[in-house]
């Protein structure tokens, strides 16, 4: 690798050594100054900062006045203009985001975890793809630029001159910020207004199975736990894969959302409640279920804000779903269901396969249909709910099954915890939000409790 003499701090191009060289040379400091400056950092987080971050923070610290003069005084391009010259130096111009793909992370020699994310930019016509590393990914993940953002981009770097569309990246000097019509048209002596994707917003109630590119905005009504599985590669190594589910409702109807990898980790570290924007979905049925599922693959992004839901976390539930009785319930359909416990026929405790979710036999250690050595328990309570028109059966998973029996863990035997609690609470009211399947046995509609939004407590109890 070439000696990194100029002064720009992109660690996608350095190792961490190489890193901390180029500072103490750009910065004067002896190698003694340079750790004390570090040890300072780090207290100044408690000790909690790594010696890569520490080292980040410097070179943030060190060039900030520098850069911003710089980036203040240096001209603006189009795309076009940077394409007809190939500019060695910083690059700075105006650009509307039109596409945002997942992040993805990796690691740096071996260690240190990096994140980074692409961004399709356009003015006027022509396009060109950002490229975002670490701390800048926090823009896309945190909800501060989105589809149609207006960016006033500062002292970016041509990766590829000869790659068209080109490849712009982002340094530790760089300079990312939204920014209005009316001062972006200020930077140029002839300002092109950068088109707007008017691509729609699609309605839940229209999603039909095959759609590709689909956006939905809405609220996310439940949010599940983070899976990981062992995922085949093109070189025959398997690599880990991630997925979580969640439901969303643009207040209409809901939907079941299934985030895979980077998606699927901003998903499952959000709060129920939030406004969500997903990007770039594609529609699929569950074959066991039959129900229709919005998948969000690396080909798109989810967007949290999680910011003033306590007030809509209170109603959520009641209001996105209709509420229905017994004898109205359909196939593949999510209801809002009053009723009351007729009986509780069994809770156990099985072991399936994390990576294909293959049902397992305790004790044996290795999944026969996918070879993976990983397992999970999983809790299942059964039982039958009755209203003033029938009565169906209905399964409780994990967390449903524990609020169902009043109960943070499971500390003893499944079937002893079922006896001693049945009769408590046989002939209680719930309020749940089920969703709806054919048993593929004997092909009876049953139920599934998604969340259990209020049950009866018995005071005698």
């Not at 405790?349 to 004790?363: A, V």
């Not at 449903?400 to 609470?425: F, H, M, N, V």
Request: net charge neutral; glycine share 6%.
């Amino acid at each position: 690798m070439e000696e990194n003499t100029s002064n720009e701090f992109n660690d996608n191009q350095v190792n961490s050594n190489e890193r901390e060289n180029w500072l103490i040379k750009q910065s004067g400091w002896n190698q003694k100054e340079f750790e004390e400056k570090i040890l300072a950092q780090q207290n100044k987080f408690a000790g909690l900062l790594s010696r890569e971050n520490a080292v980040e923070l410097l070179a943030r610290l060190l060039f900030s006045n520098q850069n911003d003069i710089e980036n203040e005084n240096s001209s603006f391009y189009s795309i076009n203009e940077i394409i007809e010259n190939k500019f060695e130096k910083k690059i700075n111009l105006v650009a509307r985001v039109w596409k945002i793909y997942a992040p993805k992370t990796f690691e740096r020699n071996g260690t240190n975890k990096g994140c980074v994310c692409n961004v399709e930019i356009r003015d006027g016509k022509t396009n060109a793809n950002l490229v975002l590393w670490d701390n800048f990914v926090d823009l896309i993940v945190k909800g501060k630029i989105s589809r149609n953002s207006l960016l006033k981009i500062q002292g970016v770097q041509l990766k590829t001159k000869s790659q068209i569309p080109l490849e712009l990246h982002v340094t530790y000097s760089s300079k990312i910020q939204t920014i209005t019509l009316q001062d972006a048209s200020k930077l140029y002596n002839q300002f092109i207004e950068p088109p707007i994707n008017d691509k729609p917003i699609n309605a839940i109630v229209d999603l039909v199975d095959g759609m590709l590119d689909v956006d939905v905005h809405g609220r996310l009504l439940s949010v599940g736990k983070l899976s990981t599985f062992q995922r085949p590669s093109a070189n025959q190594k398997q690599t880990v894969g991630m997925v979580c589910n969640g439901l969303i409702s643009d207040g209409q109807k809901a939907i079941r959302l299934v985030c895979w990898d980077e998606n699927a980790k901003i998903l499952s570290t959000s709060i129920v409640g939030s406004t969500a924007k997903v990007e770039g979905g594609y529609l699929k049925k569950d074959p066991r279920t039959n129900s229709l599922e919005l998948h969000l693959s690396w080909k798109g992004i989810i967007i949290v804000n999680n910011t003033d839901i306590e007030s809509v976390q209170k109603s959520i539930r009641q209001t996105n779903y209709p509420k229905i009785k017994i004898n109205q319930i359909k196939e593949g359909n999510i209801y809002n269901l009053e009723a009351k416990i007729l009986d509780l026929t069994g809770l156990k405790m099985i072991l399936k396969c994390s990576n294909c979710g293959t049902r397992m036999i305790e004790g044996t250690g290795t999944c026969p249909e996918c070879s993976s050595n990983e397992l999970k328990a999983l809790l299942i309570l059964k039982g039958m709910v009755e209203d003033d028109t029938g009565a169906i059966n209905i399964t409780f998973f994990d967390k449903q099954a524990l609020e169902i029996l009043g109960l943070s863990q499971l500390k003893i035997d499944p079937q002893t915890a079922l006896d001693l609690k049945r009769e408590y609470l046989t002939g209680t009211s719930i309020n749940c939000i089920v969703a709806a399947r054919k048993n593929p046995t004997d092909a009876v509609i049953e139920i599934t409790a998604k969340q259990v939004i209020k049950q009866e407590v018995k005071k005698e109890y």
